[in-house]
């Protein structure tokens, strides 16, 4: 279980930004609101992809080709849901989190964060990892500070995992960041505004793991359909002092 303790013990965290909360609050999860969810998906699925672009009068200016390895690297980016067997290993998932990690004898970090309040904490499920006793099988926090891995309880069999993640895929990738935010530092010095950042803050950590698996040439997918409470009590967390930002698998290519 997280020993996580609140830097401001006498301070309600949903006080600074109350409508942030309700913001969050309607947009959770939960059994009965993932079948909803999943039959506007159904429904959306019937209507044309993408969204329309906007029209200027003014044709566009063709900008010089990125580096070969840049492109490269991007054009191996994409969305997947099946994964290899391999195992990934501990220099594997040191590749991935390499971007999440502390600035060496610094305090800030190698992503922005808002006010440098760094309001995400990033676990790993790792289900497909060759690591030693202690930490195999296990859900582990991210020190970013210390760049390793901090078993905090079982990870569940896939079956079950993926009933609280909401997926259907067959095989299990190798590992998943679940983003946990604690949100009441940066509330506290932007008001409702914090949430976007907090948000924003959550994108870039999509951006930097993609990009990261895509140089790798692994296969790698964000997961929306996750149920909050449930991945906050797998954890032994509770809102709304924490919330369930966002979930990323990812693992080798089938």
């Not at 913001?23 to 959770?28: A, I």
């Not at 790798?216 to 996750?226: H, K, N």
């Amino acid at each position: 279980m997280s020993s996580d303790t609140n830097s401001h013990p006498s301070a309600q965290p949903w006080a600074d930004a109350p409508l942030f909360h309700l913001f969050w609050k309607n947009g959770e999860l939960n059994p009965s609101r993932s079948m909803a969810m999943g039959q506007r998906i159904a429904l959306d699925a019937t209507r044309p992809a993408g969204t329309p672009a906007p029209t200027h009068t003014a044709a566009a200016t063709a900008l010089p080709d990125s580096s070969q390895n840049q492109s490269d690297a991007w054009m191996r980016r994409a969305s997947s849901r099946e994964f290899g067997r391999q195992p990934a290993t501990l220099q594997d998932l040191a590749h991935i989190l390499h971007p999440l990690q502390t600035r060496p004898q610094e305090e800030t970090r190698l992503l922005p964060s808002g006010g440098a309040k760094y309001p995400i904490h990033t676990y790993v499920a790792l289900c497909h990892v060759d690591a030693p006793a202690g930490l195999a099988g296990q859900i582990a926090w991210y020190d970013n500070a210390a760049h390793g891995l901090v078993p905090v309880c079982p990870c569940p069999s896939w079956p079950e995992l993926a009933q609280v993640l909401g997926v259907d895929w067959k095989e299990a990738p190798a590992a998943i960041v679940l983003m946990i935010a604690r949100p009441e530092n940066m509330l506290a010095k932007y008001g409702e505004r914090g949430g976007r950042f907090l948000l924003i803050e959550a994108g870039v950590h999509l951006g930097a793991l993609s990009h990261q698996v895509a140089q790798a040439d692994w296969a790698g997918c964000a997961i929306g359909s996750y149920q909050d409470a449930a991945v906050l009590s797998l954890l032994g967390l509770s809102a709304p002092k924490h919330v369930a930002a966002l979930a990323y698998a990812f693992g080798p290519k089938p």
